[in-house]
């Protein structure tokens, strides 16, 4: 099944840590994009392309009206064979009221991720948010009273001025919400964004004092029922992200709007990061990265990112030299990097927070260097 991911560029506000791209929010820029959209999916049409997964991500999607997300929805409709649609908006807190998150759960959205961050007022005020955490609780309620009953919210770890103990008191008060999933990440400061100054740096979490927050999310929300499925990610049972499972198991998905990135095709290709000029064409342009993907380098990285790993069985079928991989698993296991059975090789979070080494190690060993 094929994933179908939307961008919605627009903010009210850029936060000063985000380098997605996006662009202010004007009314006739607005309905200009979600016009191209609706073209861009129409295209598709007729191709007996299916899908199981809708994904509008940003950006700030829940700046557009209900209605606007019906039309893009009704256009995937038309265009592809949706099955069990899981059908996810992104929501800014201070974006959205009870009668707003009723529009969209009649549009057809069945997933809300909600971007709350942190529960402490100057750790939302330093991230540039314009909510406060009672504001995103009221958001979590509204949702659940206008139907949904698959939420995800996202929070931040390592930002400026946190300490390891603010973290613990958001993620209790986050974890007593009726929410089925958590995205936890943590922060990074990004190449020309505005949080990219000395001032900025000096005032975020120090590697030693990140690696412990990592552990204490990995801890806490275990023990609060959501269970690590992903590098980031964790769940109640059954609450996974279908479409963001998509991109680490190397399903394909095509991505609409300027900035989003596909892998449809068996090629890698992305559109360019300029709203006019996706708004002007009658299809988007695309560029594409990479023609034919390496697909064992990108089973190794994207499947370490799962709780559930790699297996010596699929590195074998694709090409890789396994006996080197076992040996070097082994050491791993012993140090707690990861977990070895003789089969399958699954990070636990100390090794996650190592992750970029372990696979580029994996990666040579695979290929015989």
């Known amino acids: 099944m094929t994933g179908i991911y939307i961008h919605v560029p627009f903010c009210a506000k850029k936060c000063p840590y985000c380098d997605f791209y996006s662009v202010g929010y004007r009314k006739d820029t607005v309905q200009g994009y979600v016009q191209a959209v609706v073209r861009n999916i129409d295209s598709f049409g007729g191709r007996g392309i299916k899908a199981d997964s809708i994904y509008l991500g940003g950006g700030t999607p829940s700046l557009l009206s209900p209605s606007q997300v019906g039309d893009i929805l009704n256009a995937a409709h038309r265009a592809f064979e949706l099955s069990q649609c899981e059908i996810t908006l992104e929501v800014n807190p201070s974006t959205v009221d009870k009668q707003k998150l009723e529009g969209y759960r009649k549009a057809g959205v069945n997933r809300l991720s909600i ?3 942190s529960a402490d007022k100057k750790e939302l005020e330093l991230l540039g948010r314009l909510h406060d955490f009672s504001r995103a609780e009221r958001a979590v309620v509204d949702a659940v009273s206008a139907g949904f009953d698959n939420i ?4 931040m770890a390592g930002t400026p001025g946190q300490s390891l103990e603010s973290l613990e008191r958001t993620l209790d008060r986050l974890t007593a919400l009726p929410i089925q999933h958590i995205s936890a990440y943590l922060l990074r400061i990004e190449q020309g964004t505005e949080f990219d100054c000395d001032k900025i740096r000096n005032s975020v979490a120090g590697e030693e004092l990140m690696s412990r927050m990592y552990l204490c999310m990995a801890q806490k929300l275990e ?3 959501f269970e690590q499925y992903e590098i980031s990610n964790f769940a109640k049972k059954g609450f996974e992200s279908r ?5 680490w198991t190397g399903e394909q998905y095509i991505g609409i709007g300027p900035s989003a990135y596909s892998f449809f095709g068996g090629k890698r290709y992305h559109c360019p990061r300029d709203i006019q000029d996706f708004i002007r064409k009658d299809t988007q342009a695309i560029v594409v990265d990479e023609e034919s993907p390496d697909r064992l380098e990108e089973y190794i990285m994207l499947g370490l990112r799962l709780a559930r790993g790699i297996s010596l069985g699929k590195l074998q079928e694709l090409g890789a030299q396994v006996g080197a991989i076992a040996q070097r698993a082994q050491l791993y296991d012993k140090a707690g990097l990861c977990r070895f059975d003789g089969e399958s090789i699954c990070l636990t979070p100390k090794g996650w927070l190592v992750s970029n080494s372990i ?3 994996l990666e040579q060993l695979a ?3």
């Open 152 to 155: 995800s919210c996202d929070i």
């Open 359 to 361: 696979i580029a190690e």
């Open 115 to 117: 971007g709350v961050q």
């Open 367 to 369: 290929a015989g260097q």
């Open 223 to 225: 023990k609060a029922g």
């Open 243 to 247: 479409h963001n499972m998509k991109y």
